[in-house]
């Protein structure tokens, strides 16, 4: 249960940091709700999936597989705006990895 929470609550986190700048940039509300809790699900897939590899790997490699179906529909119609969700998906997902795997080691 303790990995779960950390999953969820270090999503929420990074959902939050995810939405911030398209708040700024006056995007729509069902692209933000959408943002925040695919970050909310990357998170707690994160913290239950076992997969023997570099925890920041794992963290980029999950929130991307969540992306994709998402990225193929944004990138249809707007291709260009898959360079900034690429780039804050590597960064946010390696950074959610590294941390959810910090805190769950910490002894």
Not at 38 to 46: A, P, R, S, T
Not at 51 to 73: D, E, H, K, Y
Not at 92 to 102: C, Q
């Amino acid at each position: 249960m303790k990995k779960i929470k950390i999953g969820l609550l270090l999503g929420i986190v990074a959902g939050i940091i995810d939405v911030i700048p398209m708040i700024m940039q006056n995007l729509t509300w069902d692209a933000n709700i959408s943002a925040f809790t695919m970050w909310i699900v990357v998170g707690f897939l994160i913290a239950t999936i076992d997969l023997n590899i570099n925890s920041i790997i794992r963290g980029i490699l999950t929130a991307f597989l969540v992306l994709l179906p998402n990225a193929i529909l944004i990138g249809w119609k707007e291709p260009v705006s898959l360079l900034p969700i690429t780039i804050m998906t590597t960064i946010l997902g390696g950074l959610l990895g590294f941390s959810i795997n910090k805190i769950l080691t910490k002894k």
